[in-house]
């Protein structure tokens, strides 16, 4: 079994920053893509940002610019920094990994969600 364990939410005024991370744990052989997802009220969950093990990166259009995802493979833990936060950006956010835990498995797997808050 594999645990994904996000850290680094809270409340930020406009304009602030904050950093995401998200550290995997249990039986893993290797990591594939990472990513960030976020699911703001009533809204479906969509895309931040993803990064594959090599380092390549995707973006939504809407937080290109302000945020930037990363990774340390030694740690298996993904980061998002996050600046220039607007309100739009308030979410729950989750991270996402795809780990193989042997030869023949391979899954998707979630963290528990973080809070994002961006206000005045």
């Known amino acids: 079994q594999v645990q994904l364990v996000e850290s680094g939410g809270g409340l930020v005024q406009p304009g602030g920053s904050l950093r995401l991370s998200c550290a995997a744990s249990?039986?893993?052989?290797?990591?594939?893509?990472m990513g960030w997802y976020r699911q703001g009220p009533g809204l479906q969950r969509d895309l931040v940002a993803a990064?594959?093990?090599?380092?390549?990166?995707n973006y939504a259009d809407s937080v290109k610019g302000r945020f930037t995802i990363s990774r340390d493979n030694a740690k298996n833990t993904v980061y998002l920094q996050m600046s220039s936060l607007k309100p739009e950006d308030t979410a729950v956010y989750y991270c996402?990994?795809?780990?193989?835990?042997?030869?023949?498995?391979?899954?998707?797997?979630w963290g528990q969600g973080t809070q994002v808050t961006v206000s005045s």
């Open positions: 996402n990994a795809l780990v193989r835990s042997s030869q023949y498995h391979t899954a998707d797997y």
């Open positions: 249990g039986s893993i052989l290797s990591i594939n893509n």
């Open positions: 990064i594959t093990s090599f380092g390549s990166t």
